[in-house]
């Protein structure tokens, strides 16, 4: 297979996230965008609303029906942009990340998949707490951001206030692309920034159709649209005047954010989101290894785990191993080294998920991301590879702030307890602790959100049969110890020292103030930050 195909492949690939508070519109804006690229031929196939057939995820409206979102995966369209061949049109991989903040962590691993994120906004409600702190997660990788200014059809802020709240909130520049024609509340279309062309949109019946756009010249807008017109060439021309204009080097660095406004639910704006990830969004690169050589993306195959997730729907009981390409050509039967164990693992099972439908991948090159079926050996952060060998570095776990032991109340039921255990340890649902004194039958548990020891409970009784109760314990921080300061720290009172499974040790404290007094009493003794969910 030539380097040149793949350079081909990854030319007109981009992946991406969206980054939002729940209710700010991702799911509609995801079935948006499915529609535009003509995957899904009316919109409310995502949903199933109005009585229409669900086609991409059902998993996503029973997470809707729990209000949270834990699960996810990857939806992949071709677009065919301005200037593309159709034959060769762009692939567009759209990663899903959990919506709840107690499932930072999972996010965090999401976001190591991908190379670019958009970050939906509610017109009315501006930046908001999950909004602020997926942001931050991108910023910390150095994710690029285009900024979405979603439900513009509804009464909303202004767009400069919006900018104005962006910019000095997360200290991201706003370069917007479009303006909107017409107030939050009554949007009639965009002023292209750069050609001076008016984009007018005209409302199909529930935004259920691609919406029709007409290109108009600058006078004819004027004539067309008169105040609104005028406004929005004001607002264009004193961007202009603060450089609020698109800088490609400066958003790559994450210094800028190249914003639209959309209308997710009558489907405005949504194709210049999509010209935009196109024109804009970086294609799949190299990724640094732990040795620090770069594995080029023309390289030989290879690619990393970032989520692992078991019993999503009832159909399909088993265990998904996502994982993102980063170098070469992935061939469906290929048999690739895993880096952790060194083992030979078969990917005869690889196959693209979203929701319900799943199917088989036969090909795929960097930037997709394939899911590999009963991959019990693999956890988020491995490395799957052709020869030469690479490994690329874990993915960090966050810092618990909940602890938590669990209790198992069904007799007879301890063998499958500990299986489901070590099987929920190895996704990622939450950190797993242990320590002599307490022995194996109530291991701790540790998490950034309490809402991850619910989805424990839930799918221990869901997939292996096994009551549990959480039991809270009374230390609300951690830190990273070693086996020398063990010892002094468990004759501490407030203290306790576990094995996490990774072979970290980490030493639990009640509260803040024991922990600052230890540090000042006993300076001889490693006690280092964890990373912290927000850093
Ligand atoms: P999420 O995945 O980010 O949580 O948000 P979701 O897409 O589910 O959207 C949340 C609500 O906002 C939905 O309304 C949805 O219809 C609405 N919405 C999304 N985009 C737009 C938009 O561009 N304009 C307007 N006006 N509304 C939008 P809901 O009342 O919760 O559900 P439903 O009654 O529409 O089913």
């Not at 965090?108 to 939906?120: E, G, I, K, Q, S």
């Not at 990830?277 to 080029?296: K, N, Q």
């Not at 083992?343 to 090159?365: E, H, I, L, N, S």
């Not at 424990?456 to 830190?479: C, H, Q, S, W």
């Amino acid at each position: 297979m030539s380097s040149e195909v793949i350079g081909r492949e990854v030319k007109r690939r981009r992946t991406f996230a969206i980054i939002s508070h729940p209710d700010a519109g991702k799911s509609t804006m995801t079935e948006a965008l499915a529609l535009h690229a003509r995957m899904i031929s009316e919109a409310g196939a995502v949903h199933g609303k109005g009585g229409r057939r669900s086609t991409v995820s059902d998993w996503m409206e029973m997470e809707k029906a729990r209000g949270i979102s834990v699960s996810s995966t990857a939806l992949q369209f071709k677009y065919a942009a301005t200037g593309d061949d159709p034959d060769l049109p762009h692939v567009i991989n759209l990663v899903d990340t959990p919506g709840h903040s107690d499932f930072s962590e999972d996010t965090y691993r999401v976001l190591t998949a991908v190379d670019a994120a958009v970050m939906l906004i509610d017109a009315a409600k501006g930046l908001e707490p999950q909004t602020l702190k997926l942001f931050q997660v991108c910023r910390h990788r150095g994710i690029p951001v285009i900024t979405v200014v979603n439900k513009w059809d509804r009464p909303g802020q202004t767009p400069l206030e919006l900018i104005d709240e962006i910019s000095e909130r997360i200290g991201l520049i706003p370069t917007p692309l479009y303006v909107p024609v017409g107030i939050a509340g009554d949007y009639r279309g965009l002023l292209d920034r750069r050609t001076g062309e008016y984009i007018k949109f005209t409302r199909t019946a529930g935004g259920a159709k691609v919406a029709p756009e007409s290109i108009l010249d600058a006078d004819t807008a004027r004539d067309t649209e008169g105040a609104a017109w005028v406004a929005a060439s004001e607002e264009s021309e004193l961007l202009g005047e603060l450089g609020q204009d698109h800088d490609q080097e400066m958003f790559l660095a994450g210094q800028t954010s190249p914003m639209i406004f959309t209308s997710a639910m009558l489907n405005f704006g949504v194709r210049q989101l999509l010209e935009a990830l196109v024109e804009f969004a970086p294609p799949p690169r190299g990724r640094v290894a732990i040795d620090d050589s770069t594995r080029e993306v023309a390289d030989p195959f290879s690619a990393v785990v970032f989520k692992v997730q078991a019993g999503m729907d009832s159909s399909h009981r088993d265990r998904l191993a996502y994982m993102r390409i980063v170098s070469g050509q992935f061939e469906r039967g290929m048999v690739v080294s895993h880096a952790q164990t060194g083992k030979p693992f078969a990917t005869k099972y690889a196959q693209a998920v979203f929701g319900r439908d799943r199917a088989t991948v036969d090909t795929a090159y960097p930037g997709d991301v394939v899911g590999l079926v009963n991959a019990m050996a693999l956890a988020p952060g491995d490395t799957l590879y052709l020869d030469p060998k690479v490994q690329y570095p874990p993915i960090p776990s966050f810092a618990p702030e909940h602890f938590s032991s669990l209790r198992v109340t069904t007799a007879d039921k301890y063998k499958q307890f500990r299986k489901a255990i070590d099987q929920l340890d190895a996704e990622g649902v939450v950190q797993v602790l242990r320590n002599d004194l307490r022995g194996d039958a109530s291991p701790v548990l540790a998490a950034v959100g309490p809402m991850q020891f619910e989805v424990v409970t839930a799918r221990m009784k869901a997939e292996f049969n096994v009551d549990t109760v959480i039991e809270p314990l009374g230390y609300a921080l951690a830190r990273r110890t070693d086996e020398a300061s063990a010892p002094e720290l468990n004759r501490q009172r407030g203290v306790e020292v576990f094995t996490r499974t990774d072979g970290a040790i980490l030493a639990l404290f009640s509260d803040k103030w024991r922990l600052q007094y230890i540090e000042k009493e006993h300076k001889d003794l490693l006690l280092e930050p964890l990373v912290a969910a927000a850093d």
